[in-house]
């Protein structure tokens, strides 16, 4: 069975979605750490509240990104973790950070990448006028929401839409895709042959 890693930074409403697939049987692997770079992140309660180990790695005791990001990377080798899943962190990794964990590193992002990456996709969706936007859950590589899709879904912006209520209707696909995403993997079954990351029967 997969050991798996969240890092996050706030609620925590994607890793308890998880956290129920996991318990339900929807995800062949079993959620082992939780590390959040806030004290006070939500996220910390929730792995506490569902026994699963939680740290607060606190970025001030680091005097640069590699050497707090080589902090994490101690910590997810002291697991033994398999796949390294973001849910909602708010911090860049370094690229030795990815190097240790090459298409072991999950990102799920409130758009159809390519299209608005970065920290305020729907924002960006709504501004520009698009018409369908949705989410994407990717391997992380080097680059900033750029590594290989692996399942993506479509959500409808309405005339009527606000930031609020697009993001409500994408965080509620994303609570079922991002499971079935980790699943795939903790089945072994996905395949990534450049940039295309297909799923094996």
Not at 44 to 52: K, S
Not at 178 to 194: N, Q
Request: with cysteine.
């Amino acid at each position: 069975m997969k050991r798996i890693a969240v890092l996050a930074s706030g609620q925590g409403t994607n890793l308890e979605a998880i956290l129920k697939a996991a318990k339900s049987g929807e995800i062949a692997g079993r959620v082992e750490l939780v590390i959040s770079d806030r004290r006070k992140a939500r996220a910390l309660e929730i792995a506490r509240r569902w026994g699963v180990k939680a740290l607060f790695i606190n970025p001030a005791d680091y005097r640069d990104r590699n050497t707090y990001d080589a902090a994490v990377v101690e910590e997810l080798q002291r697991a033994a973790i398999d796949l390294v899943v973001l849910a909602g962190f708010m911090r860049l990794l370094s690229a030795p950070f990815v190097r240790q964990y090459p298409l072991r590193i999950m990102n799920i992002h409130p758009s159809l990448l390519p299209a608005f990456p970065g920290t305020n996709g729907v924002e960006q969706a709504l501004a520009y006028g698009v018409k369908v936007t949705g989410c994407t859950v990717h391997f992380v590589d080097e680059g900033l929401d750029s590594g290989p899709v692996i399942l993506q879904e479509a959500v409808p912006v309405l005339p009527d839409d606000t930031v609020e209520t697009l993001h409500q209707r994408i965080h509620a696909v994303e609570y079922r895709l991002y499971p079935r995403a980790i699943d795939l993997f903790c089945r072994d079954k996905l395949i990534v042959e450049g940039r295309r990351c297909l799923i094996v029967d």
